[in-house]
């Protein structure tokens, strides 16, 4: 996969450190070869923007795209509308009960300790981040302002009045949240693939 980079993409590598360059190559890599098969295209003609620590994009008229991954998985989602996607491993080692009183506690109260697990805490977390890749904010400025609701499957800035609502997928040894604007079911392109990053 790493001989599908445009000189650009081989230039901006070349000023990453080794692991993000490796990460940034595969990762666009990956992305072309998805859309090449969606679009017909030979993978180097695919027009996409994608600088590192930014949300990749397509030309008006050609959809929408966002990708997420962890150590070992790389997932992308296409969609004509604004989509958004985040994948984590689910034996994730963190402490649940101090993650969420840092960051979720605020917007969700009736989550008491005694009530939360792991699982949960991180199908919320992966929820969210999906939700700020939607609206391609940051994490460290939008992870307070955003409320997850279980049932119904939504997610609420309150700051910025936007009302998404979520899927979770539970794949293998993944959990992988779609944020979107659809209230109902709709088809969705996904790719995933295992991979030692």
Same mark, same amino acid.
């Given at each position: 996969?790493k ?7 081989? @230039? ?9 360059? &490796? ?6 890599a990956?992305?072309? @070869?998805?859309?090449s ?6 993978p ?26 962890? @150590? ?9 509308? &604004? ?14 009960? =101090?993650?969420?009183?840092?960051y ?19 199908n919320?977390? #992966? ?5 700020? =890749?939607?609206?391609?904010g ?8 955003w409320?997850?609701?279980? &049932? ?7 700051? &910025? ?5 979520y ?11 779609l ?12 790719? #995933? #693939?295992? @991979?030692?990053?």
């Open positions: 996969m001989d599908i980079a445009t000189l650009e993409e081989i @230039k901006t590598a070349n000023n990453l450190s080794s692991s993000r360059s &490796k990460i940034y190559l595969e990762t666009r990956y992305l072309r @070869k998805s859309l098969t969606l679009f017909d295209l030979d180097l003609e695919i027009p996409i923007k994608a600088d590192p620590g930014e949300p990749p994009s397509l030309p008006y008229g050609m959809g929408n795209i966002s990708l997420s991954h962890c @150590k070992d998985a790389l997932t992308i989602v296409w969609h004509k509308n &604004k989509i958004g996607i985040d994948i984590e491993r689910t034996d994730r080692d963190f402490n649940h009960v =101090k993650f969420a009183e840092k979720f506690f605020h917007t969700n109260k009736s989550i008491h300790n005694n009530y939360l697990t792991k699982n949960m805490i991180l919320q977390w #992966c929820a969210v981040e999906a939700a700020i =890749k939607w609206d391609h940051k994490l460290a400025k939008d992870i307070n302002h409320q997850y609701f279980e &049932k119904p499957k939504e997610l609420i800035h309150k700051k &910025k009045d936007i009302h998404l609502n899927s979770q997928i539970n794949f293998h040894n993944w959990t992988i949240a944020a979107y604007k659809e209230k109902n079911y709709f088809n969705t392109e996904i790719i #995933c #693939c295992s @991979k030692n990053f």
